[in-house]
């Protein structure tokens, strides 16, 4: 074959398997490379397939991108993986077994159960490269052509499932939850040794979240596909609230509606009145929704009720998603603050020991996602008000009211910390003026502080304004987390039941100083964005998206995943031009 005939080959071999290993990459995953061997290897000799997959991957080798770094989170192409894989069995087949193909094709097909589009995997056409190869000799390029596209889709699936499928990070650019203490590296060889078993299903059920609340929501998708196929839920009539008392068409609806939502017994004949029972199933419902729990159908009840199914199904599945990113993290001691359910949470070696309700930011100021420790608590905390609050906040009330900053306990401080005289500042140009509110019961922070280090000033605190924990939508602060029973947290926290019980804290607090105590050990802290809760029964229920986080996930998630065609024809042609197609 002459030079420029070889040439030839190669580009034309380069590119048919660039489209087949996929080194163009769109959506990256969240995994490290496992480890490539430390000595050259090459097929064997009288592999042909081996070799066919070797002159694949290695003319690539040096475009596979290196380790990719976003702040603290790594991630890195699926096709490094790829490569390391075959380097490590001397690009030996994998797919040689027509039973692991089967395991493979089914565990496909089964990843709707978990949120995910089966046919974002190709199923259909590898289901089809495998017949096509049953049904003739495949050459060598064919048969390593479906060997590395199995390979890659097989690791792109389980990717999915393990650590989720939309990269929070290119939501989120101050995402920080990265898998401590998780290698990825033995997810990754875990997947490959169950291929080496013969048991691809296993790997496929063990690379999804094993905690009942994963478990819960998967059943619960399934129910609610269930009702979508069954026509979906009931709808009531919309323009007027429907009260206890009432009787009517409307009322006969709303009867329907919360019988296929479990709230109430199916009725026997067509009952159209607002009895006791649907005034408690109304209450129900709208505790489990968020909703002010008045027993009245008004126009939110009615709205949220009125949902669709399909809605409801989307919901479900963007959290299955937050799951995957997320529920690998929650491992020993740690606090989880859940934004859009307004709760906080300690959780020792899995089990909750301790809730709370919290007031969380307001939508145009909200509270963001992210990870931290707590490491230390200030008893008897001073407030000095954030930049924004003063400018948007404070300025105003100050100028309608010389007095509120004395009625509020607040002093007015220079560059240098000196007091200033609020009589003698022109706070309608207040430059280099900082505002510090004292200590006492009536301080924004009330009597404690629980601090973690963060990029935003977030913290968890006490709060004068506890009549606000009585509201269903608790959205309600400048950003940080307002807990309701924040001593109970502390004790908890520092878990000394000698010096810092209950009587030790209020010691503390009785003195009046403004201290700082760390804690003993660090406790990790998540601040995570949940819209759905499984109730006691084990009924999926919703929350208000409160920040509207859930449709950019839901878009990425609906996204086609970016698997190269299969295409035998193109490789068998491009080994007959070689001269290698026996």
Request: proline residues 7%.
């Amino acid at each position: 074959m002459g030079q420029l005939t070889r040439l030839f080959v190669i580009s034309r071999v380069f590119f048919m398997v660039f489209l087949i290993s996929g080194t163009a990459f769109a959506e990256t995953s969240p995994i490290m490379p496992i480890t490539p061997p430390t000595s050259p290897v090459a097929a064997a000799p009288d592999d042909v397939v081996g070799q066919a997959i070797q002159a694949v991957l290695e003319p690539m080798q040096s475009s596979f991108p290196p380790l990719l770094t976003s702040g603290k989170h790594q991630r890195v192409d699926v096709s490094r993986v790829v490569m390391d894989f075959y380097s490590h069995r001397n690009f030996r087949a994998a797919w040689t077994d027509g039973r692991d193909v089967t395991q493979l094709l089914k565990s496909l097909n089964e990843t709707d159960i978990d949120g995910l589009v089966p046919t974002d995997f190709r199923v259909a056409e590898l289901a089809q490269a495998q017949l096509a190869l049953h049904a003739t000799a495949p050459t060598p390029a064919q048969a390593a052509a479906f060997d590395l596209a199995a390979t890659r889709t097989h690791i792109t699936a389980l990717l999915q499932l393990r650590r989720g499928k939309v990269d929070p990070a290119r939501l989120d650019f101050h995402w920080n939850f990265d898998p401590v203490g998780v290698d990825p590296r033995e997810d990754v060889n875990s997947f490959f040794t169950a291929l080496d078993d013969h048991d691809v299903a296993r790997a496929f059920a063990q690379a999804p979240p094993q905690e009942a609340v994963y478990r819960n929501m998967r059943v619960a998708l399934a129910h609610l596909r269930q009702v979508r196929d069954a026509g979906g839920w009931p709808t009531v009539t919309q323009g007027q609230s429907l009260k206890p008392g009432m009787d009517g068409v409307a009322v006969a609806q709303l009867r329907a509606r919360l019988a296929a939502g479990g709230y109430l017994e199916a009725q026997t004949g067509k009952r159209t009145d607002y009895d006791e029972k649907v005034i408690a199933a109304v209450k129900k419902y709208q505790s489990e929704q968020y909703l002010g729990a008045d027993g009245v159908a008004g126009a939110a009840t009615l709205a949220a009720l009125n949902v669709p199914v399909e809605a409801r199904i989307d919901q479900v599945r963007v959290n299955m998603e937050r799951a995957r990113w997320l529920l690998y993290k929650l491992q020993g001691t740690f606090v989880i603050v859940d934004i859009a359910g307004y709760k906080v949470a300690l959780y020792r070696d899995g089990q909750p020991v301790w809730r709370s309700r919290v007031q969380v930011g307001k939508p145009f100021r909200s509270t963001p996602v992210f990870q931290s420790e707590i490491t230390y608590v200030t008893f008897n905390p001073t407030w000095t008000v954030p930049p924004t609050i003063l400018v948007k906040d404070m300025l105003p009330k100050i100028q309608q009211n010389p007095g509120y900053l004395a009625a509020n306990r607040i002093r007015a401080l220079d560059r240098e910390g000196n007091v200033l005289d609020p009589a003698g500042i022109d706070w309608y140009n207040a430059r280099g003026i900082t505002l510090r509110q004292d200590a006492g019961p009536e301080n924004s922070l009330g009597q404690v502080v629980i601090r973690f280090p963060n990029d935003y000033a977030i913290y968890l605190h006490d709060t004068p304004h506890r009549e606000l924990f009585a509201k269903s939508m608790r959205a309600t602060s400048s950003g940080c987390i307002r807990v309701e029973n924040p001593l109970q947290l502390v004790e908890l926290l520092f878990n000394d039941p000698v010096r810092w019980n209950s009587e030790g804290i209020q010691k503390q607090l009785a003195n009046g100083k403004t201290e700082n105590i760390k804690l003993p050990v660090k406790v990790p802290v998540l601040l995570a964005y949940w819209t759905v809760d499984m109730s006691n029964d084990g009924r999926v229920t919703f929350k208000p998206d409160v920040y509207g986080y859930d449709s950019p996930v839901l878009r990425r998630l609906n996204m086609p995943t970016e698997l190269p065609a299969l295409d035998l024809q193109q490789a068998a042609t491009s080994m007959v031009v070689s001269g290698q197609n026996n």
